[in-house]
């Protein structure tokens, strides 16, 4: 297991990482230098002269492919078709993952004990939380915090990044969802306040680990450990039954009033969508009970926005979720399955990648686009399947398939309005974007080549004699 800061060690050493002297505003300038940087692939930054703080502060730390395979384990690709390649790597370690877990271990204590606050001492606001964006509604703490619940009735812990606004010293902002979202009602229908923590400047591969869409019930810090190879180290927190990594930089301890009436209003914030997302309305406030940090503690957030902004986030969601549903279909063992893939430029939620190895029968295309929508959770409003010929990582493959493989009045099939949506989807019309019951049409493209009733063309290709000669002189070429 590596400790973040040992990573951004690692990051620096290969050029990867930048050190931010100069002093920077947390107020919408750090939303926008961070910005420019994601969009040109630019290196990690860490602010270490924010305005009115002493210590540091991390965004972009995953922001490539490169840097997303350095904190799994997984070795890039080479130059030529990098990306795509570097991508299926992440997605498959994290698969493994997730069918090889790792059970935790509890240690006494860890660095993120260093400090420890209670009482009056509590105060979120001594961490450099930015307002990352002008239309935002506030300053979020929690971008890349690692939320931590469990449920009251099974004792199984879920941890998951949830977005957080902080409001003051001692009370934060949460907009909870699906699993996270599960646990808390069995609180407020016990009349309970629900024990909450949160990690922030976890070890990378829990950071990770929190972004997949694994089955409810599953450990995500056992799906951490697969990661790595060894066990995630845990310590208790200071007020709450709860466990937290403990190489974590800061840890948030509170509860959350079961109490409607006493939350605050959360929100607006500019989202992975690239709109602003989640109206302001009351959400489950914590109150927070103590603190713990590190000395000189690293702050890890991340912009939200476009894909081709919001890369860190892109990517975490693109590994974690595609890899969940991946495990969920080899589960359901339908005939021709291969690949499965939610790709940045559908926001790693809303397009859905399928592949298939062999057909087997006449609508198995459909059966498994079907199969990748539902166990896709709300992900996938749009769900493409192809042939195992295309790279299912490689946009450029895909739409091609689309192009060449698809007529619409055959291939397309659109359902009713009636399905599980994301309610951060900006092209559901305000009043339908209830906080629960969302609901959307999904759209189903058979990419496929086979039972349309025709033979297509042979493809353009080149023979594998000339393939394999140009492999072996490779290097003769001069070509990089």
Same mark, same amino acid.
């Given at each position: ?12 050493e290969r ?6 002297k100069?002093e ?7 939303? =926008? ?18 305005k ?5 502060l ?45 059970e935790?271990?509890?240690?006494d ?22 307002w990352?964006?002008? =239309?935002? =509604? ?6 890349l ?5 469990k449920?009251?009735e099974?004792?199984v ?20 969802n699906?699993q996270?979202?599960? !646990? ?10 629900m ?8 070890p ?7 972004s ?7 450990d995500e ?6 990661i ?6 845990l ?7 709860l466990?937290?990594?403990?190489e ?7 509860? !959350? ?13 500019g ?5 602003y997302?989640? =109206?302001?309305?009351?959400?489950p ?5 103590a !603190? ?12 939200e926005g476009?894909?081709d ?7 975490l ?9 991946w ?18 430029t ?12 062999h ?32 790279? !299912? ?6 739409e ?39 609901k ?28 394999d ?12």
């Open positions: 297991m590596v400790e973040l800061r040992e990573f951004l060690g690692l990051l620096e050029g990867l990482l930048k050190r931010v100069a920077v505003d947390w107020k919408y300038e750090v939303g =926008a230098l961070t910005t420019k940087v994601l969009h040109a692939k630019g290196p990690a930054l860490l602010f270490e002269n924010v009115s703080y002493r210590s540091p991390l965004t972009g730390a995953l922001g490539t492919w490169e840097r997303c395979s350095m904190a799994i384990g997984v070795d890039p690709a080479p130059q030529m078709n990098a990306e795509p390649r570097t991508a299926e790597g992440c997605v498959k370690k994290v698969l493994s993952a997730l069918k090889n877990p790792i935790p271990v509890i240690v204590t860890g660095p993120c004990k260093e400090i420890i606050d209670k009482g009056e001492e509590v105060n979120a606001e001594k961490f450099p939380s930015p990352w964006a002008p =239309a935002d =509604a506030g300053r979020y703490i929690g971008t915090g690692c939320v931590v619940q449920d009251p099974t004792g812990r879920n941890i998951a990044i949830y977005r957080q606004q902080l409001f003051d010293r001692r009370r934060i902002g949460l907009m909870s699906q996270g979202r599960m !646990i808390l009602e069995k609180y407020i229908r016990m009349g309970k306040p024990p909450i923590a949160t990690a922030i400047g976890v990378p591969e829990v950071l990770v680990a929190s997949t869409s694994a089955p409810y019930g599953f810090y056992t799906i951490a450990g697969g790595a190879g060894k066990p995630v180290r310590v208790k927190c200071e007020t709450l039954d466990e937290v990594p403990a974590s930089e800061i840890v948030l301890e509170g509860e !959350i009033r079961p109490d409607e009436t006493e939350w605050l209003e959360e929100g607006v914030f989202e992975f969508s690239g709109f997302g989640g =109206a302001r309305t009351k959400r406030t914590i109150d927070l009970k !603190i713990t940090h590190r000395n000189n503690p690293i702050t890890q957030g991340t912009i476009k894909p902004v919001a890369r860190e986030s892109v990517y969601r693109s590994m974690g979720q595609s890899a969940g549903t495990y969920r279909l080899e589960a359901a063992r339908i005939p021709g399955f291969s690949k499965f893939y939610l790709p940045e559908g926001c790693a939620c809303f397009v859905s990648l399928v592949s298939m190895d057909h087997y029968y006449a609508g198995n295309a459909q059966q498994l686009i079907k199969a990748a929508q539902v166990f896709g959770h709300n992900a996938g409003k749009i769900t493409i399947a192809v042939d195992d010929d295309i790279d !299912i990582f490689n946009p450029e493959e895909v091609w398939a689309v192009s060449t493989r698809v007529q619409p009045h055959r291939d397309i099939s659109i359902t009713k309005n009636d399905e599980v949506a994301v309610n951060l989807d900006p092209s559901i019309a305000p009043e339908d974007r209830a906080e629960a019951g969302t959307t049409s999904r759209m189903g493209i058979n990419a496929t080549m086979y039972y349309k009733g025709f033979d297509f063309p042979a493809k353009v290709l080149q023979r594998k004699q000339e393939e000669l140009v492999h072996k002189r490779w290097a003769e070429y001069g070509i990089e």
